[in-house]
């Protein structure tokens, strides 16, 4: 147990210094695209600060999301992390989308661009997006989904930043200033189309969809498949957060001995579906 806090305490300390590292990238970034008046290096700002928001609310949520059952929770904080991952999916759609209206008016209204500022900054901020990227994988984005989505926007910026980079060597060496508007709108299609994979994820999760792999009709054909049960009806099957999956299901079944036949439907559940918290209503049928 010992073990395991601290495992969340030293991923909790990755992401905070992943905060503070996009707190002061933005700043610089800010102040780079107001000088060489790129609107390219601003939008990446923008990102970099929702990205030290996200990681935010990855670390509030986390820090819920540990809390144990109690009398209002019956099932725990658990969610705490997909409301999470919600807002952050909705902030990274929001800030897509404001991406693109500002690249349509930078296009309607020009202005002269400072290329070596831009290529300079945007390289620093491709190098930082990448190691602060790494720090938030490194904190268990692979296994749960509200760090994934503080990770989408870190490696997103850091794509962001690449594109910014191109933009001001095709500004430096061919002066094509309409680049900055078109590396704009490649960081908000990025962006809006991440935000909304992981919006849909949670949405299916938070309205109990039948989670991804899992047939009803499978799952019903296995258990009426078992020796005792003669029929299984009013199945269930829902995610309380993307690891953790619920089964509820009304079996009719032979007189026979509902404890052995509810292990061996628990055990079928749980090794072909990974299925852990089961819940079986009984009937048994007239002999």
């Not at 200033?177 to 299916?204: E, M, N, P, Q, W």
């Amino acid at each position: 147990m010992g073990h395991h806090h601290d495992h969340h305490h030293h991923g909790d300390s990755k992401l905070t210094l992943a905060v503070i590292i996009n707190i002061l990238l933005t700043i610089a970034q800010v102040i780079g695209g107001l000088v060489s008046g790129s609107l390219s290096l601003i939008a990446d700002a923008l990102h970099n600060l929702s990205d030290a928001g996200a990681i935010l609310v990855a670390i509030f949520a986390r820090k819920i999301s540990r809390r144990p059952q109690d009398s209002l929770m019956s099932y725990g904080y658990k969610r705490a992390e997909i409301v999470g991952t919600l807002i952050n999916s909705t902030t990274l759609i929001l800030i897509g989308l404001y991406l693109i209206y500002e690249a349509g008016v930078k296009y309607f209204d020009p202005t002269p661009i400072n290329g070596w500022i831009v290529l300079i900054i945007a390289s620093i901020a491709f190098v930082i997006d990448l190691a602060t990227a790494f720090l938030t994988y490194s904190a268990g984005a692979k296994d749960n989904m509200n760090i994934r989505a503080a990770f989408i926007h870190n490696l997103s910026d850091a794509m962001a930043s690449l594109a910014v980079v191109a933009a001001g060597l095709l500004i430096i060496f061919f002066e094509l200033y309409f680049v900055d508007v078109l590396a704009t709108l490649a960081i908000s299609i990025y962006v809006i189309y991440h935000g909304f994979l992981l919006l849909k994820r949670c949405i299916l999760i938070i309205m109990q969809a039948v989670p991804d792999g899992i047939s009803l009709r499978q799952v019903q054909a296995d258990i009426e498949s078992l020796t005792d049960v003669v029929s299984a009806k009013h199945i269930h099957i829902w995610q309380l957060d993307e690891h953790d999956i619920c089964l509820e299901v009304h079996i009719t079944h032979t007189p026979a001995d509902f404890e052995q036949l509810k292990t061996e439907i628990r055990d079928l559940l749980k090794d072909k579906y990974h299925i852990d918290h089961t819940t079986i209503e009984p009937s048994v049928i007239s002999a």
